[in-house]
């Protein structure tokens, strides 16, 4: 709040295009019907150039389809392009499936099921021998396990069809690349072994999993682990020719598992294979973003979006993103979320009260000023 005011100079700022912030609006008397439609106006400048930003790269045909979809306090802003003929079209999240499949395990963490300290080893007795012995569940959350990204024999299991149980056995036995909790080194095998936790306590397959203790009692019924009720029409295809080499990308031999696949799109795989519409990931964040306890308790959610990785290491929530530094340089240090090689973002920030969701089809290696991120980065920089 503005302790002295200059009601001539603000007026000047406003004339000259600067910004004041709606906290300084109110502390000058001036959030009535003038300066608040000043500010209004701005949001609703950057909402048209971040609209336009994915017009254009869908026009241009540099992406097939994209979706915009932006919470701001109590209003909703969505839109669809190219070949996304509706808003609710569903994409591939990529990475972003981490955080939803990682909070059906934080859901049995909140009933008492697991602990974060405990041991990989007490859950996944094959899981042992030497420093594995040391590794935590909460290890695996925040990336700092040693486990590899993806494993060696990554191209042969996909190419072969073989299940998400291959998978698992193959992150169990896999070296790991360093002690845990000495390094931070992305892995999604890491997540695998996290929900692999998740089906043991539960007896429950993780695709269906996910679907009773998030999607259901969020409504979100445009997504799905795996297609499972979703129909092929529903979705969009990726562009696959620009994917990740792990994914298939580029490859004339992988159109039987690359991400278009039937075989990817049915297997479910938690740590990227999640179809989602652009609404239905905004509800999950914003479960965080004002959590009731719909599927937690509250504090359970908020301790999901807290960094818990030591000075010196990337920053890492539950499963979640935090901070986002390589990807939303315009949000404040609460913000919270992730991003999706298929060409996904979405972020939450609290310290604004709003959630941005940006799906396309061109994956995120495909060039390096992605029209996701610069419709992103638009959508960060309202006041």
């Not at 502390?27 to 048209?48: E, I, P, T, W, Y």
């Not at 591939?92 to 909140?110: C, E, F, N, Q, R």
């Not at 940006?358 to 390096?368: C, D, E, H, I, Y």
């Amino acid at each position: 709040m503005l302790q002295h005011c200059d009601l001539a100079n603000d007026f000047s700022r406003l004339q000259l295009g600067a910004r004041l912030t709606r906290r300084e609006l109110v502390g000058l008397g001036l959030c009535g019907l003038f300066s608040c439609r000043v500010v209004n106006a701005m949001q609703q400048d950057n909402l048209k150039e971040a609209a336009e930003i994915l017009r254009r790269a869908t026009a241009t045909k540099e992406i097939r389809a994209a979706v915009l979809h932006v919470r701001d306090d109590d209003s909703t802003f969505e839109k669809s392009f190219g070949e996304a003929k509706s808003p609710s079209a569903a994409f591939l999240l990529g990475s972003i499936s981490k955080p939803i499949a990682i909070t059906s395990l934080m859901v049995l963490h909140d009933r008492g099921k697991v602990q974060l300290t405990d041991p990989v080893k007490k859950y996944i007795p094959e899981f042992t021998g030497g420093v594995r012995d040391q590794v935590t569940v909460q290890h695996l959350l925040t990336h700092v396990s040693g486990l590899p990204d993806q494993l060696p024999e990554n191209a042969q299991l996909r190419s072969s069809h073989a299940p998400l149980s291959e998978f698992v056995k193959g992150a169990i036995r896999v070296p790991l690349n360093f002690a845990p909790g000495t390094r931070y080194d992305y892995s999604s095998m890491a997540i695998l072994l996290a929900t692999e936790i998740a089906q043991r306590i539960s007896d429950v397959e993780i695709k269906e999993l996910v679907d009773t203790t998030v999607l259901a009692p969020l409504g979100m019924t445009n997504s799905s682990l795996g297609m499972r009720r979703l129909k092929s029409e529903q979705t969009v295809r990726c562009q696959v020719e620009f994917g990740a080499v792990e994914a298939g990308g580029g490859s004339t031999d992988s159109k039987n598992w690359d991400w278009n696949s039937p075989y990817w799109r049915a297997l479910g795989a938690p740590w990227g294979g999640l179809h989602a519409s652009a609404a239905d990931v905004a509800t999950f964040l914003d479960s965080f973003l004002h959590p009731t306890g719909q599927l937690m308790k509250p504090e359970i959610a908020r301790l999901m979006i807290r960094n818990h990785n030591p000075i010196g290491l990337t920053s890492r929530g539950l499963g979640f993103d935090v901070g986002m530094r390589a990807s939303c340089s315009g949000c404040s240090e609460q913000v919270f979320g992730h991003t999706g090689s298929t060409g996904t973002i979405a972020w939450a920030d609290p310290a604004k009260n709003r959630i941005c969701v940006v799906l396309t089809t061109l994956p995120a290696r495909a060039m390096a000023n992605h029209p996701r991120q610069l419709a992103a980065d638009r959508i960060a920089a309202m006041g």
